[in-house]
């Protein structure tokens, strides 16, 4: 059984969070995107599928660090998101898709499949109440 590459993972990640944020959020923690590689992986030895690499996976995002040292991966700004999208399902493993979609993968990023659209999760926010 092969594995997802971390550029393939790294990829639909962001497509994922950008769908997810309105096309806000164009970045993600390499530490969140190794988890969701992981949850894909967990998911195509559940369906005992086998998957291929995506074309030029690595050439839709970079990567960089912050002055303390975590690394992210980032879509590259001129990038034609809908392009990509249909390059990516006309191309790619279709069980990769279905393994990167199931809701185990998807909380990995803080994502969720609502009536097919991605929606970013929205943790609680806790309220704190100050005595002055």
Same mark, same amino acid.
């Given at each position: ?65 912050? *002055?303390?040292? #975590?690394?992210? /991966? ?6 034609? &998101? $809908? !392009?990509?999208?249909?390059? +990516? ?17 998807? *909380?990995?990023? #803080?994502?969720? /499949? ?6 970013? &999760? $929205? !943790?609680?926010?806790?309220? +704190?109440?100050?005595?002055?």
């Amino acid at each position: 059984m092969n594995t997802v590459c971390i550029e393939d993972a790294t990829a639909l990640a962001l497509i994922y969070n950008y769908e997810a944020t309105h096309s806000i959020s164009k970045m993600l923690r390499h530490s969140q995107i190794q988890k969701f590689a992981e949850a894909i992986n967990f998911n195509l030895q559940q369906l005992s599928k086998e998957i291929w690499p995506m074309e030029d996976a690595d050439s839709i995002y970079f990567n960089s660090q912050d *002055e303390d040292g #975590n690394w992210y /991966s980032i879509l590259k700004p001129d990038l034609d &998101i $809908e !392009k990509v999208k249909h390059s +990516y399902i006309d191309t790619g493993s279709f069980y990769l898709w279905v393994a990167s979609q199931m809701p185990n993968a998807l *909380e990995k990023i #803080n994502i969720e /499949s609502v009536n097919g659209k991605m929606k970013k &999760i $929205e !943790k609680e926010r806790q309220k +704190y109440l100050s005595l002055v």
